[in-house]
């Protein structure tokens, strides 16, 4: 089995009246070795953002960043950590599979070329992030051509993402279709640092109440379709997870798994748009 490397990207303030964020590197977590901080970005991108930046304050940055690795504990405590001091987003923790230092080297690059030094935003707000099974499922539907917008989609037998429940708006359901019956969706993405596997429950929990009050409005012959994104470095600890949505009434698919994915789409988008 390959080793799983997750990660997180960081970002600095280059001005703190303005708020604004850019990201400069990332916290690699080996399964095997203590974590790694990468500076990725130049100091000549942060100088095109703010001047002020030079040699000895991104030195002092980097050396704030690599005391708060060294003295937590865990790869969980090192990301809540950071993300504190809003040197990172701790709800952004990505991952890859690795089998040699050159395939590291490569996925480091790759994470290089996609978000460093890209600016998170003017406000000071990052921007929302879903996880990548969630993405993942829009840009199917969207290839499909059968993506709504609005609420009011669900209607026109579109597929809707982020809808909310019923007479309980703080809770949604990552995607909802109608076809004679309404079909609800919700994703599950286990790309996290291990020590975080436990919020999975804590998801799965909310999930899987949110699917139970929309059910009550939208009928007794509604669907709750759960899909899951599995590494396989953690499909023990979800194993549990996995059986409490079953056991609530839920079908269950993998996304990493073509013929569940075909199942699923059979069931959660029109037929008419499958391939």
Same mark, same amino acid.
């Given at each position: 089995?390959?080793?799983?490397?997750?990660?997180?990207?960081?970002?600095?303030?280059?001005?703190?009246?303005?708020?604004?964020?850019?990201?400069?590197?990332?916290?690699?977590?080996?399964?095997?070795?203590?974590?790694?901080?990468?500076?990725?970005?130049?100091?000549?991108?942060?100088?095109?953002?703010?001047?002020?930046?030079?040699?000895?304050?991104?030195?002092?940055?980097?050396?704030?960043?690599?005391?708060?690795?060294?003295?937590?504990?865990?790869?969980?405590?090192?990301?809540?950590?950071?993300?504190?001091?809003?040197?990172?987003?701790?709800?952004?923790?990505?991952?890859?599979?690795?089998? %040699?230092?050159?395939?590291?080297?490569?996925?480091? %690059?790759?994470?290089?070329?996609?978000?460093?030094?890209?600016?998170?935003?003017?406000?000071? @707000?990052?921007? $929302?992030?879903?996880?990548?099974?969630?993405?993942?499922?829009?840009?199917?539907?969207?290839?499909?051509?059968?993506?709504?917008?609005?609420?009011?989609?669900?209607?026109?037998?579109?597929?809707?993402?982020?809808?909310?429940?019923?007479?309980?708006?703080?809770?949604?359901?990552?995607?909802?279709? @109608?076809?004679?019956?309404?079909?609800?969706?919700?994703?599950?993405?286990?790309?996290?640092?291990?020590?975080?596997?436990?919020?999975?429950?804590?998801?799965?929990?909310?999930?899987?109440?949110?699917? $139970?009050?929309?059910?009550?409005?939208?009928?007794?012959?509604?669907?709750?379709?759960?899909?899951?994104?599995?590494?396989?470095?953690?499909?023990?600890?979800?194993?549990?997870?996995?059986?409490?949505?079953?056991?609530?009434?839920? $079908?269950?698919?993998?996304?990493?798994?073509?013929?569940?994915?075909?199942?699923?789409?059979?069931?959660?988008?029109?037929?008419?748009?499958?391939?």
């Amino acid at each position: 089995m390959n080793p799983t490397y997750h990660y997180v990207v960081l970002r600095l303030s280059t001005d703190d009246l303005r708020g604004e964020l850019i990201n400069v590197g990332v916290v690699l977590f080996p399964s095997d070795k203590p974590p790694q901080l990468f500076v990725l970005a130049t100091l000549n991108k942060l100088r095109a953002l703010d001047a002020t930046w030079d040699t000895p304050r991104l030195a002092e940055w980097t050396a704030n960043v690599q005391q708060i690795i060294e003295i937590e504990k865990s790869a969980a405590e090192v990301v809540r950590a950071l993300g504190r001091f809003r040197y990172c987003d701790p709800e952004a923790v990505g991952s890859f599979v690795a089998n %040699s230092h050159a395939e590291v080297a490569k996925n480091l %690059s790759d994470i290089k070329a996609t978000y460093i030094a890209n600016r998170i935003g003017n406000d000071g @707000k990052p921007r $929302e992030r879903r996880p990548r099974l969630h993405t993942a499922l829009k840009e199917q539907f969207r290839r499909m051509h059968v993506l709504g917008v609005e609420a009011d989609d669900v209607a026109q037998h579109l597929v809707v993402p982020n809808v909310p429940v019923p007479h309980h708006p703080e809770l949604k359901t990552d995607f909802v279709y @109608k076809n004679g019956a309404y079909r609800i969706t919700q994703a599950i993405d286990y790309h996290v640092a291990p020590d975080s596997v436990h919020n999975k429950l804590a998801e799965a929990c909310v999930k899987s109440t949110a699917a $139970e009050l929309a059910m009550r409005a939208y009928g007794p012959g509604t669907l709750r379709l759960a899909v899951f994104d599995i590494p396989d470095a953690l499909a023990g600890a979800a194993d549990a997870h996995v059986d409490l949505l079953h056991a609530q009434g839920f $079908e269950i698919f993998h996304f990493r798994d073509p013929q569940s994915m075909a199942d699923y789409l059979s069931k959660g988008a029109p037929a008419a748009a499958l391939p």
